[in-house]
């Protein structure tokens, strides 16, 4: 299979892209190298003959359909967006310009292609979020059936994106799948997320932030589990369905920068205690209080569940991040890194 990537520079989508090529696909990485995209993160992929890259931008109609001409994938995988709900905060056009305008436009583009060749098999894979769903009470867990009810501009804007992918299945019959993940970690993780927030912080001796009382749970899916399940939703789901992926480790965030400053205890005591640099912050605004997933679907139709625990994930997590300090290091130096953003 020949499969399209947006946003393959970036976190997840690097995950993505090493493991199809792994897996003996072509991939075309589609990145337009945006602040938090690295092209370090598939340099093991850089030189293969089964792997190219298109730098180019999701919202540039006439790139995409000369890309989609030249390269005539079997499958688009879109993870291309906007991402850090703090920036959505404070920036919101962005986000409604990328994740919104932007799957418009792949959208379109992917129906042309589709409608003048009809490659056998093709399909659109639109990779979202949780945060669409909103927050939930103490008990239960979101599924396919959730009801939308997003709480930030950057939730709002791939929930606006899912209805948009929905409708031109529905009214186009362009063949597409929807997978709605929870919070994503593990290496390569842009240093503005919570987990290398965490690590790096620790690392350095600097406080470790922890926002309002530290309660909030979240759903935690170790990075490359999540590219095996994307993989399987795109090979093996059904096309109009769509799939919730979680890591089935639900932890308050808090618990959650113990257990990494308990891993740094052992792999660097020399700074330890770790947790020593706990410190609790203003907390950002809107911020949703629980997440849950029910992954049942995607374990009863496709066979997937997560291969990792939690603790195994992030002691993996912070080894990789204390092994590459080259990789993130010239990363600091990017705009909004390290500083708190998301104030409103």
């Known amino acids: 299979m020949k499969i399209l990537v947006?946003?393959?520079?970036?976190?997840?989508?690097?995950?993505?892209?090493?493991?199809?090529?792994?897996?003996?696909?072509?991939?075309?990485?589609?990145d337009a190298l945006t602040y938090a995209a690295n092209l370090a993160n598939v340099a093991s992929?850089?030189?293969?003959?089964?792997?190219?890259?298109?730098?180019?931008?999701?919202?540039?109609?006439?790139?995409?359909?000369?890309?989609l001409a030249q390269h005539r994938p079997d499958a688009i995988m879109h993870l291309a967006a906007e991402s850090h709900v703090d920036r959505s905060i404070d920036g919101p056009a962005a986000f409604i310009?990328?994740?919104?305008?932007?799957?418009?436009?792949?959208?379109?583009?992917?129906?042309?292609?589709?409608?003048?060749?009809?490659?056998?098999?093709?399909?659109?894979?639109?990779?979202?979020?949780?945060?669409?769903?909103?927050?939930?009470?103490?008990?239960?867990?979101?599924?396919?059936?959730?009801?939308?009810?997003?709480?930030?501009?950057?939730a709002a804007s791939k929930a606006a994106s899912d209805h948009l992918v929905r409708a031109w299945g529905?009214?186009?019959?362009?063949?597409?799948?929807?997978?709605?993940?929870?919070?994503?970690?593990?290496?390569?993780?842009?240093?503005?997320?919570?987990?290398p927030v965490v690590i790096l912080n620790a690392l350095a001796g600097r406080p470790i932030p922890v926002y309002g009382d530290?309660?909030?749970?979240?759903?935690?899916?170790?990075?490359?589990?999540?590219?095996?399940?994307l993989l399987a939703v795109l090979t093996r789901g059904a096309v109009g369905r769509s799939y919730v992926i979680g890591g089935e480790a639900e932890a308050r965030n808090l618990d959650l920068v113990r257990m990494i400053c308990a891993h740094m205890d052992?792999?660097?005591?020399?700074?330890?205690?770790?947790?020593?640099?706990?410190?609790?912050?203003?907390d950002r605004p809107g911020h949703d209080r629980r997440y849950a997933i029910d992954p049942a679907r995607i374990r009863r139709e496709l066979g997937w569940?997560?291969?990792?625990?939690?603790?195994q994930g992030l002691g993996l997590t912070v080894a990789w991040y204390l092994d590459n300090r080259d990789w993130w290091e010239p990363l600091l130096a990017r705009k909004g890194v390290g500083q708190r953003l998301g104030r409103a």
């Open 6 to 30: 947006t946003g393959g520079a970036g976190f997840i989508g690097s995950a993505v892209v090493r493991l199809a090529v792994a897996r003996g696909h072509q991939v075309v990485n589609l």
């Open 45 to 67: 992929v850089a030189d293969h003959p089964a792997y190219a890259f298109e730098q180019a931008d999701i919202r540039d109609r006439l790139a995409l359909d000369r890309i």
């Open 97 to 154: 310009d990328t994740n919104v305008t932007g799957t418009f436009h792949l959208l379109e583009a992917a129906r042309a292609y589709w409608q003048q060749t009809r490659p056998e098999g093709f399909r659109l894979h639109h990779v979202s979020t949780d945060e669409v769903f909103g927050s939930l009470p103490a008990m239960g867990r979101f599924d396919e059936t959730s009801p939308y009810d997003p709480r930030s501009p950057y």
């Open 170 to 195: 529905e009214t186009y019959g362009l063949p597409v799948v929807i997978s709605n993940c929870s919070n994503n970690y593990g290496p390569f993780h842009f240093p503005e997320k919570l987990v």
């Open 214 to 229: 530290g309660a909030h749970i979240r759903d935690w899916l170790y990075v490359e589990d999540h590219a095996e399940a």
């Open 266 to 282: 052992r792999l660097n005591p020399a700074g330890a205690p770790h947790d020593r640099l706990i410190a609790f912050v203003e």
């Open 305 to 311: 569940r997560p291969s990792v625990t939690l603790d």
